[in-house]
């Protein structure tokens, strides 16, 4: 293992209990926690402070640079707690564009940060008119980018904004085999999925129905402006698919280190005695456990259509 505290390896110079890396793949920042028997007392004075550098490497898997956000001691032990977000990332910004492409904005947003940003199966759409009120940045993007059926993560300094979809439909060159020894629990609600969203916001109402489910209609109302009806209609499409991706999911426990395994990717899935679930699924969040050399999945299956 490599542990890089502003730029520089201290593992051999430190005494690591526990060393916990979480990825997400949607809708939240990478987190780390680490752990040291601080005997020496060696963290006191190294003084390190909120807004610190560090990352850790262990075979294929890396943290990137992440921002420490907490240093506590405990009883002889020092915590340290770090996010793949920039420091700043709560504070609120007002705003509004008129004829504005979705990637401008993103890459508007990333700017704030200094964080550079990369795109990934992204269809650049044109907004007439676009506010941010008062919101913190990466909120008010998360929110623009469900409606474009997107998502993004943050990871060593770089904003990746990509299409669920084309993640999704371009499949998997990989295979998860889990085994009858393995701890797995898995969910399937499918039958709750909607099969219409009924969008609204005052002027237009947006519409999409999937077929070959149940009849459920999903309405909302949201205080964002569609121009068309087109616009719209797709908002309804990327709002159900928001909402119904979330239907099927399920967690592995391994009790060795996959350090190659990355959330946002997807993977086929082969269960032994479960072949229902056979299927390809998306990684949204691999929790690793450096010290232990352990990993759990969590993970969803693919939607098809849209």
């Not at 001691?73 to 700043?88: F, H, L, T, W, Y």
Request: glycine share 6%; net charge neutral; hydrophobic share 30%.
């Amino acid at each position: 293992m490599q542990i890089f505290f502003e730029g520089t390896d201290i593992y051999q110079k430190v005494s690591v209990n526990t060393c916990i890396y979480d990825s997400y793949g949607e809708q939240q920042a990478d987190t780390l926690r680490i752990v040291f028997n601080d005997g020496n007392d060696r963290w006191d004075s190294w003084k390190p402070v909120k807004g610190n550098k560090i990352s850790v490497v262990l075979g294929a898997c890396s943290t990137g640079e992440m921002n420490i956000t907490s240093v506590r001691p405990e009883n002889g032990k020092m915590c340290i707690r770090a996010s793949s977000v920039p420091q700043d990332h709560n504070d609120k910004s007002s705003k509004s564009w008129q004829n504005v492409h979705f990637k401008q904005l993103c890459e508007e947003i990333a700017g704030r940060h200094s964080i550079s940003c990369k795109f990934y199966g992204v269809t650049d759409q044109v907004y007439e008119y676009v506010n941010q009120q008062n919101k913190e940045d990466f909120v008010f993007l998360s929110e623009r980018c469900i409606l474009e059926g997107c998502t993004f993560i943050v990871y060593d300094k770089k904003m990746i904004v990509y299409s669920e979809q084309s993640i999704e439909s371009a499949g998997a060159d990989v295979t998860l085999r889990v085994r009858n020894g393995n701890h797995f629990e898995y969910k399937d609600e499918s039958n709750d999925v909607y099969s219409t969203c009924i969008l609204k916001n005052g002027k237009l109402s947006g519409r999409y129905t999937t077929i070959g489910t149940p009849e459920k209609i999903l309405t909302k109302v949201i205080n964002i402006n569609m121009s068309s009806q087109s616009e719209a209609d797709r908002y309804a499409k990327n709002m159900l698919r928001y909402e119904n991706k979330k239907m099927s999911s399920g967690v592995i426990d391994y009790d060795k280190f996959l350090g190659a395994y990355a959330a946002g990717s997807v993977v086929n899935l082969e269960t032994a005695g479960v072949s229902s679930w056979n299927v390809p699924v998306f990684l949204t969040h691999v929790r690793q456990d450096m010290v232990r050399a352990k990993t759990k999945l969590f993970f969803r299956k693919t939607l098809e259509g849209y």
